[in-house]
């Protein structure tokens, strides 16, 4: 891999192929979490990942991350085979290429805001000059100048995701991995946050979020819906332009998962992991779910399998 990719619109950066991951819990006992995941990211695309608590989307994201060697399939960096190489090699790639952002921030307590964005630049031995030049121009992209003094104890959870992405932002990375980044955030700090995403997806930077928040779709331009541990449906725009509601009817712009499984089929429905008794969680049917159903939190509901009828609790 180059030493530094070049940030810009198309070519592939990320795939898998037929990837699978399966956890031991004692011979012989083994959970199966990612069934088979085939995906292609682009540079430049803004991908969110979305479904139902327990379905595979960290363990997806950290098997991307290099984090989580797969039991099959591979992965697919810019041409090169992830797990192929040294697991100092793939840390390498990602202290130089690759942002992360965790729903709960981590921080070095002791520390001010200034200082632990600084921090991942004194790992890569950057010099101080460039160290105080580089921690001042992130903050300063995020709205968090003012901060730069304050210890994160004392920021809102909100400024807090901020200062994360201006972490993130530091090294200056060809991809930016977000798993709920707004999942404690309130509605007006989640929407800066996600705005801030979009402006620097503009800029070429990839990004990959993990959300349960459905109010968000629409600012990525390739959808990932998951189910169960496989990729039930696929939604495909151009970057930089989100996504476009009406992609949902339109057949010719939506793909399908590899299993070829329909996601409104009761029998499938029926057989996903949390249901009883004929009820599932609301999230996972939103798409047949009534207008006035709620997002969050996800709820209950009774599922009557010969109309295909959705009736709350």
């Not at 819906?225 to 725009?237: C, K």
């Amino acid at each position: 891999m180059d030493e530094k990719s070049q940030k810009q619109i198309g070519g592939n950066l990320l795939k898998t192929v037929d990837l699978k991951k399966s956890f031991y819990i004692g011979l012989p006992n083994e959970v199966e979490i990612l069934k088979g995941i085939n995906l292609e990211i682009e540079k430049g695309d803004f991908v969110i990942i979305f479904g139902p608590s327990g379905c595979g989307k960290s363990t997806l994201l950290h098997t991307l991350l290099g984090l989580e060697p797969p039991t099959g399939g591979s992965v697919v960096v810019e041409g090169d085979d992830f797990y192929g190489s040294t697991e100092d090699k793939r840390a390498t790639y990602r202290r130089h290429h690759v942002g992360i952002i965790y729903q709960q921030p981590l921080w070095i307590a002791a520390l001010n805001i200034a200082e632990n964005v600084q921090f991942t630049l004194k790992l890569l031995n950057y010099d101080d000059e460039k160290i105080t030049k580089r921690s001042d121009e992130v903050l300063s992209m995020v709205g968090m100048t003012e901060w730069k003094d304050y210890r994160p104890q004392e920021l809102s959870s909100g400024q807090q995701q901020k200062v994360s992405l201006a972490r993130a932002l530091s090294i200056d990375p060809v991809l930016i991995v977000a798993d709920e980044p707004t999942g404690n955030l309130d509605t007006i700090s989640g929407q800066q946050l996600i705005e801030h995403f979009m402006e620097f997806n503009r800029k070429g930077i990839t990004i990959i979020m993990v959300t349960h928040d459905l109010e968000y779709l629409k600012y990525g331009n390739k959808i990932i819906h998951m189910i169960d541990g496989i990729v039930v449906e696929q939604y495909v725009g151009k970057p930089g332009q989100g996504f476009n509601k009406e992609i949902m009817g339109k057949k010719s712009e939506s793909k399908t998962g590899d299993s070829g499984v329909n996601v409104r089929d009761p029998k499938f429905l029926a057989s996903l992991k949390g249901t009883h008794d004929g009820k599932i969680m609301q999230y996972v049917t939103h798409v047949d779910a009534p207008k006035d159903a709620p997002d969050l939190p996800p709820k209950l509901v009774n599922k009557d399998t010969t109309d295909g009828k959705l009736n709350k609790k």
